[in-house]
């Protein structure tokens, strides 16, 4: 092991050996470099005659580059796109990210937590708390309504695995005592890694207040028996809530709970602002000692470092001139009330009560997506179907149900959709 990576462990240790224990083998082994970035970030300081440290090319002074690429990018200096990036991202970007946590979550301004990191999007966030906290064998508790890449990233690449609770109750609210059964039968183990997808893909759903403070209460109950637990709140979809449901992520509540619980946040850009190519995402860390969050933010920065090395550099300064424009919050409110429209819209058309010959719906109140329950009929039977006969695209989450995102259609089409899915399942039935 690295004497760099040794010393952060140490640190880990001395001020909270349960994070020490919580790291991946990889994790513990992880540093960052002191290479030829750290050589090029002092020359950049004070190679006041020449920096003939990094592996760019420049021209009259600035970085080279085709004009007829440049030409695609007016009012963006040559500074701003072609060089390479900090492997923890543009420092100004990760502060006005910053601003915007503490803006949208009410619950996190007086608790510690990390700078954010940048990150190429949330499945690359995902895939860096996979390797720095799940070893093979460990437990990723997962509602039974999962967006399927967990499986890659936490089973196929980390060869952790997948427990999963119910995710309703036969009231149609969130089960609290499936998730407080999963997590306590983990003490044997003594760690647990939850992942708290709130809106859920693919439901849609997000908790109330008490249902919140029910979820809150278990893992702290979790905590106080002894198990170590990861909390990862994958908030891809964060903002996007329309009605009966908190409004900041639990990010904020879990901060500072108890020493046996590592919050994480893994969001960004890309679906809270329709931004999905530019591949902009955020990793970050809650705790009440900065040192922890400084040796976690050392170990991420030296994994991005030994991985894509950094995030791109033009997709991180369109995101940062976004968040400075003052249209942001303007289109920001305008694109939400849209998909708050078309949320309603769909609640609207599926209180028909021919639909409920063929199935019924799980809550939404949030996100993109909506989840249909199935009745005799299967999921990917009908999704093949709709497919094939009304060029109608939809996802089967499993064999009962199929999820519909009404995010990209549009309100006015609604009605029509559902009466399509209806002719399918019509059809399978009579066969």
Known sequence: ???????????????????????????????????????????????????????????????????????????????????????????????????KLLLDNPSLHDKNFGLPIVTNALTHGLSIAADIFANPEDCVIVPDKYWGNYQSIFHVRRGANLLTYQMFNKERRFNTSSFKEIILNQKSKGKAIIILNFPNNPTGYTPDTQEVKEII????????????????????????????????????????LHQNILPIKVDGATKENYVWGLRVGFITYASPNSVILNALEQKTTGLIRGTI??????????????????????????????????????????????YDKYWSYYPFNSGYFMCLQLKQINADALRIHLLNQYGVGTVAINSTDLRVAFSCVEEHEIEELFNLIYKGAEDLAKE
């Open 1 to 99: 092991m690295h004497n760099l990576a040794k010393k952060l462990n140490e640190a880990i240790k001395t001020e909270n050996p349960n994070i020490y224990d919580m790291l991946s083998d990889l994790g513990k082994n992880l540093y960052n470099p002191k290479g030829i970035l750290s050589q090029s970030a002092e020359a950049s300081e004070r190679a006041y005659r020449f920096n003939a440290t990094i592996g760019i090319a420049t021209e009259e002074h600035e970085p080279m580059h085709f004009q007829h690429i440049q030409n695609h990018f007016i009012g963006y200096s040559p500074e701003d796109i072609y060089p390479y990036a900090p492997p923890a991202g543009k420092q100004l970007l990760r502060e006005l990210w910053n601003e």
């Open 309 to 354: 090395s950094s995030s791109s550099h033009l997709s991180q300064t369109v995101i940062l001139r976004s968040l400075q424009s003052q249209e942001f919050e303007q289109e920001k409110q305008q694109k939400f009330q849209l998909m708050e429209r078309r949320a309603k819209k769909v609640k609207e058309v599926l209180n028909q009560e021919e």
């Open 217 to 256: 209460s278990v893992i702290y109950e979790a905590a106080q028996a002894g198990i170590k637990i990861v909390a990862i709140l994958d908030d891809a979809y964060f903002g996007l809530f329309y009605e009966n449901s908190i409004k900041e992520s639990l990010f904020g509540q879990l901060a500072s």
